[in-house]
């Protein structure tokens, strides 16, 4: 089976982020033949830094690889090393509706925070995310709760392009986890965990050191009440819940029958103290790593080799069904 999934180079990957995304990404290299693409070319559709964006995208390579990515078990790249992307991003937008695009609720919340300039790569966003993974014909997709809509509109794409030009395209599936798809704020548990638009006390980043973890889980919003269990008007105890319960590796149904009778002091100490455990190894892999930019470029461009070897038959099929291009190949 393959794998494939994006991931930004924001560089401050948070429990969110490592949760919903980069956990499933090494587990996936068990069970399939997975490919991850650090997604540049998306991070330049708002507002950016161009010397922090080279940066940033070494940022989160080293965080891949601190997390547990093996380059010898999976293909870990930079999306805009390999050209099909944008390629098939073009080809894709003869199969896409503009309205569809207009009304992703991503375009709609990110192109209003946007002060000076909406640019069109924020609507075309879905369109690229859809080629990244079209390229590869891969069957399955692990991301957060936050991506099922883009990923229904991949699908989408792909089964039009399909009864427009003929079986040429997989459909890929979504794998968003049971538990831990949509981590919370800390200070604001009604509000996704995200790298723009929450609180810096409600984010727990993945480079954290040990005490700022614990003073954000310190001061974390809870709900009134005393009982630890998850519910829809306890969004603040739910969600110290399901971390806990993914740090640990236990269900939350267990994490509510330890935890029966405690306060909720307590439960935010334990959920502070799991989260060191799980991110302070990452961490400490992280510093190793970080400074060897060499080896980090060098993974990357050995990456990017084979995804360019694995893209080239799709492209090659789309050209020729879409009727695009010499009949033998490019000239
Ligand atoms: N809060 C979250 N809970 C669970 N999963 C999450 N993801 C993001 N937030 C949560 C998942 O992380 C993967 C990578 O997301 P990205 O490439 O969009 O990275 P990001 O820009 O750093 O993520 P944010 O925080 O979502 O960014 P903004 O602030 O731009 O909205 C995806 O699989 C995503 O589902």
């Known amino acids: 089976m393959r794998i494939f999934s994006g991931i930004q180079p924001t560089g401050r990957k948070h429990l969110g982020n490592y949760i919903g995304a980069i956990r499933q990404y090494v587990a996936g290299q068990e069970r399939g033949e997975a490919l991850y693409c650090i997604v540049d070319l998306h991070a330049i559709t708002v507002a950016y830094d161009p010397v922090e964006l080279r940066e940033r995208l070494l940022d989160t390579t080293a965080i891949?690889?601190?997390?547990?990515?093996?380059?010898?078990?999976?293909?870990?790249?930079?999306?805009?090393?390999?050209?099909?992307?944008?390629?098939?991003?073009?080809?894709?937008?003869?199969?896409?509706?503009?309205?569809?695009?207009?009304?992703?609720?991503?375009?709609?919340?990110?192109?209003?925070?946007?002060?000076?300039?909406?640019?069109?790569?924020?609507?075309?966003?879905?369109?690229?995310?859809?080629?990244?993974v079209l390229a590869y014909r891969a069957e399955e997709v692990p991301v957060g709760e936050d991506q099922r809509e883009h990923l229904e509109l991949m699908r989408e794409i792909a089964r039009r392009f399909n009864a427009r030009f003929g079986e040429t395209l997989v459909v890929p599936r979504h794998r968003i986890p049971e538990v831990g798809a949509r981590i919370m704020d800390l200070q604001h548990p009604e509000t996704k965990m995200s790298t723009t638009g929450t609180s810096e006390e409600g984010t727990v980043y993945v480079l954290d050191p040990p005490q700022a973890i614990e003073k954000k889980f310190r001061r974390a919003v809870t709900d009134s009440g005393t009982d630890i269990r998850r519910a829809p008007d306890k969004p603040g105890v739910s969600n110290l819940v399901e971390i806990l319960a993914v740090a640990r590796q236990r269900t939350p149904e267990e994490i509510e029958g330890e935890l029966a009778g405690a306060g909720y002091g307590q439960l935010k100490s334990v959920a502070a103290e799991a989260v060191v455990g799980l991110l302070s190894p990452v961490r400490e892999r992280y510093e190793q790593l970080r400074s060897d930019e060499r080896a980090l470029e060098q993974t990357l461009s050995e990456g990017a080799r084979q995804a360019r070897e694995l893209a080239a038959p799709t492209l090659a099929e789309v050209r020729e069904r879409m009727g695009v291009g010499g009949r033998h190949g490019p000239g």
């Open 64 to 132: 891949l690889l601190a997390a547990g990515l093996d380059p010898q078990r999976c293909v870990l790249f930079r999306q805009s090393d390999v050209a099909a992307h944008t390629e098939l991003c073009w080809l894709l937008s003869s199969v896409t509706a503009l309205g569809e695009l207009s009304r992703m609720h991503q375009f709609r919340d990110k192109s209003s925070a946007q002060r000076e300039l909406v640019s069109a790569g924020l609507l075309f966003y879905p369109v690229l995310q859809a080629a990244d």
